[in-house]
C-alpha cells in the first residue's frame, strides 16, 4: 500500500504497481467483499454509512490476507 486518502468512508487505496488493483478487486470479490477501482492502481471503498465496526474489521482482515497473499 503506497497511499490512503478519502473523506470519511470514502476511501481510496492506492497500491504499488506490482499488485494489480484487478486482481485484488477479484479476491475480495471471493472473501465476500465488492470494491471497486479508480484510475491507475487504486482500490476504491465506499461501504454504507450504516456499516458496522464488525464489518469493518471482517472487511480489514480480508483484505490484508489478500494483500499478504500476493506480496
Given at each position: 500500500?503506497?497511499?490512503?486518502r478519502?473523506?470519511?468512508?470514502m476511501?481510496?487505496?492506492?497500491?504499488?504497481?506490482?499488485l494489480?488493483?484487478?486482481?485484488?478487486?477479484?479476491?475480495?470479490?471471493?472473501e465476500?467483499?465488492?470494491?471497486?477501482?479508480?484510475?491507475g492502481?487504486?482500490?476504491?471503498?465506499?461501504?454504507p454509512?450504516?456499516?458496522?465496526?464488525?464489518?469493518?474489521?471482517?472487511?480489514?482482515?480480508?483484505?490484508?490476507?489478500?494483500?499478504?497473499?500476493?506480496?
Amino acid at each position: 500500500v503506497l497511499d490512503v486518502r478519502g473523506r470519511g468512508l470514502m476511501i481510496g487505496v492506492q497500491l504499488d504497481e506490482k499488485l494489480p488493483v484487478k486482481e485484488v478487486q477479484l479476491a475480495l470479490i471471493k472473501e465476500g467483499f465488492i470494491a471497486g477501482t479508480a484510475g491507475g492502481n487504486v482500490l476504491r471503498l465506499v461501504p454504507p454509512l450504516v456499516i458496522e465496526e464488525a464489518q469493518l474489521q471482517a472487511f480489514a482482515a480480508a483484505l490484508d490476507k489478500v494483500i499478504g497473499e500476493r506480496a
